[in-house]
């Protein structure tokens, strides 16, 4: 990103109390939005790890000004945010804008996204933990959608864009260009992801092509064959009874294709998703052992 005169001097809008920074500090911090900082990509911004002169970590989200509804989106997002509270949400500690610049600055949350969890080598999360993110995810949606006074739709879910264990940093409202996205696509997008977390495999891998997807390759395996789908680390690590772990991903593919129906009126809410999952992370843990 290029800066200009206008950029260097542009002051953060305060935001929630916290001291203003300029757009140049914020450029400094990200190394002029290096890419080595890239933290997530979604469809009206891109978020960026940053860190001011004074050794303060940040998450910086900036808008994709080009595309239409990126000003609409932030627009929305800094009005939600002043009311939106929630411990699996990321906070907000201010915001960056001028004509041709829009950021919302973040928290920032140590853990890293979902997906280098599940993707890279040398780390891993056994059945527990990843029960666990999807509770938080979870109830962080059924935040969203229950717990403002107008349902705020997320509509840019993926283990990408989610910070583990307790917060999400673009779990935010996003709005698409036509107006407000039903939560429906909210609990489709949740279901995707839960059944990405048990089989390690991403939507987009090439295997899923034609009318094979990744929700039609779980549905074919379900219940009987859903041992040939999920990570096979997740059946190996642990001392947990084979037949336990089978019995609770089993229940968790149940509700990940319930949460994918076709029909966005057949789905099930948010809500009956968080509590079934406490109810299946309930008898996990009664019976792992």
Known sequence: MKKNASQADSPLVNFKGHERISYYEL???????????????GSFSMVYKGTLKDGTILAAKVFKVQLEGAFKSFDTECEMLRNLRHINLA???????NLDFKALILEYMPNGTLDKWLYSHNLFLDLLQRLNIMIDVAAALDYLHNGYSTPVVHCDLKPSSGKIFLSFSTMIAEYGQDGIVSTSCDVYSFGIMMMETLTRMRPSDEEFTGDLSIRRWVSDSFPSEIHKVVDANLVQAGNEKTDTKMQCMVSIMELALSCTLVKPDARISMEDALSTLREIRLQFVSNRH
């Open 91 to 97: 906070k907000v500690i201010t915001s960056c804008f």
């Open 27 to 41: 450029e400094q911090a990200t190394e002029g939005f290096n890419e080595s900082n890239l933290l997530g990509n």
